[in-house]
């Protein structure tokens, strides 16, 4: 069980603000969760809470109000930001084009003891360990915290690379929330990577803590540290992985991309294209975070794996970890996807005489992972469905990887190259209306809810009864045509349609010299398509 401690000498900062702003902070409840307090010129003050904004009194701030904080604080860096010696507490200016101050953000700084535990199995290891996460998820409070388990738990030589003194503080004496670890400034932040290479080379650290790599020369000397067996602990610029891989500035911390072209027979056995992204060398940081909250954080284990995954269309199988109220750390590993199980389809006939009379194309049964190929369908809206939805799907890169293709209708005209792929492979096209989340979500329940589907049933499943038009019919039975019975020479069961159906679907046949019937009774009528 994790217990965390939270300090933050909020009277410090307190001290330097107006006196109406300390009277507005005075009680316990406007400074429980502060983050912080915004002072812009001609506006009234605010304080500014995790889920909300307060106006701290009526009077707006004056050139003297922001002329009584500065003079208090000093100097600010280059980066515009001040602090209070041994806090660690940031004021950030923002000024005009004469270079005058015109307002002021106050940022409530906090040492939270505790949060390590989320991944103290990970420090045991000495592997580099990368921390990602959107601002004020808590990266620099974690950075904190590790540096001091790292420094007088483990006893290693840490050294802090504190670029704006926010993780030691500021002031010549670093803050008590790293412990014994030891903090290096630095003069402007475009040296960072310059210092980083200094404290390796004259400081002789086990540890190297950093905040906010973010430069191509920040990347590279990085990796200089970690290949001369330094341990580096760093956050970076993106929420998640994925991220940094679409970052060509960054990229180099998980091994770097590099396009390679394959030869005819390695594109045929990875079914992928001929010109493919993959990995370039071993990551920098072997293990990643991604800090979704204080209390939940996605742990990649195996970097170079995951990256691997990614640049196949693939998705990521991180260990989620969630620390509970009661201070328990719950982990979560990821469900790996369970291999492919024949099951017959409904036209699937046993006998080595019989053949199917429309092209299986199997889908993973119960919980395995479907890989679906979105045509006119961002990645981003499938992912956003299925994590809604907790769905037991993943997202394909290429038709090449997927096991089903879902399609908007109108997008299988507009790219005829989807449509041809998906046809030589076999996999059946699932057509929802629009991409709109609801009807995505429709597609993907829809293909999870049956193990076998065949290609033209796939399609008209999609358009369900109320759909039963002459556009839906012609759709189905040119995929029937072009996709099984001219290329595999099988016949086709369509689904049932009305008679005027029908009979478009038979004209349309005949066009390829294909003779049809009519099978069933009544509401079950509907055409076979013969081959030629």
Same mark, same amino acid.
Not at 337 to 345: E, H, I, V
Not at 514 to 521: P, S
């Given at each position: 069980?994790?217990?965390?401690?939270i300090?933050?000498?909020?009277?410090?900062?307190?001290?330097?603000?107006?006196?109406a702003?300390?009277r507005?902070l005075?009680s316990?409840?406007?400074r429980?969760?502060?983050?912080?307090v915004?002072?812009?010129?001609?506006?009234?003050?605010e304080?500014?809470?995790?889920?909300?904004?307060r106006?701290?009194?009526?009077?707006?701030?004056s050139?003297?109000d !922001?002329?009584?904080?500065?003079?208090?604080?000093?100097?600010f860096?280059?980066?515009n930001r001040?602090?209070?010696?041994r806090?660690l507490?940031?004021?950030?200016a923002?000024?005009?084009?004469?270079g005058?101050?015109?307002?002021?953000?106050?940022?409530?700084?906090?040492? #939270?003891?505790?949060?390590?535990?989320?991944?103290?199995d990970?420090?045991d290891?000495?592997q580099?360990?990368?921390?990602?996460g959107?601002?004020?998820?808590?990266?620099?409070t974690?950075?904190r915290?590790?540096?001091r388990?790292?420094?007088?738990?483990?006893?290693?030589?840490?050294?802090?690379?504190?670029?704006?003194?926010?993780?030691?503080?500021?002031?010549?004496?670093p803050?008590?929330?790293?412990?014994?670890a030891?903090?290096m400034?630095?003069?402007?932040?475009?040296?960072?990577?310059? #210092?980083?290479?200094?404290?390796?080379?004259?400081?002789?650290?086990?540890?190297?803590?950093?905040?906010?790599?973010?430069?191509?020369?920040?990347?590279q000397a990085?990796?200089?540290i970690?290949?001369r067996?330094v341990?580096?602990?760093?956050t970076?610029?993106?929420?998640?992985?994925?991220?940094?891989?679409?970052?060509?500035?960054?990229?180099d911390?998980?091994?770097?991309?590099?396009?390679?072209t394959?030869?005819?027979?390695?594109?045929?056995?990875?079914?992928?294209?001929?010109?493919?992204?993959?990995?370039?060398?071993?990551?920098?940081?072997?293990?990643?975070?991604?800090?979704?909250?204080r209390?939940?954080?996605?742990?990649?284990?195996?970097?170079?794996?995951?990256v691997?995954?990614? !640049?196949?269309?693939?998705?990521?199988?991180?260990?989620?970890r969630e620390?509970?109220?009661?201070?328990?750390?719950q982990?979560?590993?990821?469900?790996l996807?369970?291999?492919?199980?024949?099951?017959?389809?409904p036209?699937?006939?046993?006998?080595?005489?019989?053949?199917?009379?429309?092209?299986?194309?199997?889908?993973p049964?119960?919980?395995?992972l479907?890989?679906?190929?979105?045509?006119?369908?961002?990645?981003?809206? !499938?992912?956003q469905?299925?994590?809604?939805?907790q769905?037991?799907?993943?997202?394909?890169?290429?038709?090449?990887?997927?096991?089903?293709?879902l399609?908007?209708?109108?997008?299988?005209?507009?790219?005829?190259?989807?449509?041809r792929?998906?046809?030589?492979?076999g996999?059946?096209?699932?057509?929802?209306?629009?991409?709109?989340?609801?009807q995505i979500?429709?597609?993907?329940?829809?293909?999870?809810?049956?193990?076998?589907i065949p290609?033209?049933?796939?399609?008209?499943?999609?358009?369900?009864?109320?759909?039963?038009?002459?556009?839906?019919?012609?759709?189905?039975?040119?995929?029937?045509?072009?996709?099984?019975?001219l290329?595999?020479?099988?016949?086709v069961d369509?689904?049932?349609?009305?008679?005027?159906?029908?009979q478009l679907?038979a004209?349309?046949?005949g066009h390829?010299?294909?003779?049809?019937?009519?099978?069933?009774?009544?509401?079950?009528?509907?055409?076979?398509?013969?081959?030629?």
């Open positions: 069980m994790t217990h965390q401690r300090t933050d000498d909020l009277d410090r900062l307190l001290t330097v603000l107006p006196l702003i300390r507005a005075a316990a409840q406007a429980d969760q502060l983050i912080e915004v002072m812009d010129l001609g506006r009234v003050p304080a500014r809470y995790p889920d909300r904004v106006d701290l009194g009526t009077e707006a701030v050139r003297a !922001l002329a009584l904080v500065v003079d208090q604080l000093g100097s860096g280059g980066d001040s602090g209070i010696e806090t507490h940031r004021i950030s923002i000024r005009n084009r004469s005058t101050v015109v307002g002021l953000t106050c940022r409530v700084g906090r040492a #939270v003891f505790g949060t390590v535990a989320m991944v103290r990970l420090l290891s000495g580099s360990l990368l921390l990602m959107r601002p004020g998820v808590g990266k620099t974690a950075l915290e590790i540096a388990v790292l420094a007088d738990d483990f006893g290693r030589r840490v050294v802090v690379i504190d670029t704006s003194n926010e993780i030691a503080g500021d002031g010549d004496i803050h008590p929330g790293i412990g014994r030891r903090r400034q630095v003069a402007r932040p475009e040296l960072q990577h310059q #210092v980083m290479i200094e404290a390796v080379e004259n400081h002789m650290p086990e540890v190297i803590v950093i905040d906010e790599i973010g430069t191509e020369l920040e990347a990085a990796r200089t970690a290949e067996g341990m580096l602990v760093a970076a610029h993106g929420n998640e992985l994925a991220n940094l891989i679409k970052n060509p500035t960054l990229a911390l998980i091994g770097g991309i590099q396009t390679v394959l030869g005819d027979e390695e594109a045929r056995r990875r079914r992928s294209q001929k010109t493919v992204l993959e990995r370039a060398a071993d990551p920098t940081f072997p293990l990643a975070v991604e800090m979704h909250s209390q939940r954080w996605l742990v990649h284990q195996d970097v170079a794996g995951t691997d995954l990614l !640049l196949r269309g693939q998705l990521a199988r991180p260990q989620v620390l509970g109220a009661d201070g328990q750390l982990v979560q590993e990821p469900v996807p369970a291999p492919l199980a024949l099951r017959p389809g036209n699937l006939r046993p006998g080595p005489t019989l053949r199917p009379v429309s092209p299986l194309r199997l889908i049964p119960v919980r395995p479907l890989r679906v190929y979105g045509a006119g369908i961002s990645r981003r809206e !499938l992912e469905v299925v994590r809604g939805r769905m037991p799907v993943e997202p394909a890169g290429s038709v090449e990887l997927a096991d089903v293709v399609s908007v209708r109108q997008q299988l005209g507009r790219d005829p190259h989807v449509r792929q998906a046809q030589e492979l996999i059946p096209i699932l057509v929802i209306k629009s991409s709109a989340l609801p979500q429709r597609g993907l329940e829809r293909l999870l809810a049956n193990q076998a290609a033209s049933e796939a399609l008209a499943d999609s358009l369900g009864p109320d759909f039963d038009d002459d556009l839906g019919g012609l759709e189905e039975c040119r995929l029937a045509v072009e996709g099984v019975v290329p595999q020479g099988q016949p369509l689904l049932p349609r009305s008679a005027r159906v029908r679907q004209e349309f046949a390829y010299q294909l003779r049809t019937a009519v099978l069933g009774r009544g509401q079950a009528q509907r055409l076979r398509v013969f081959p030629a």
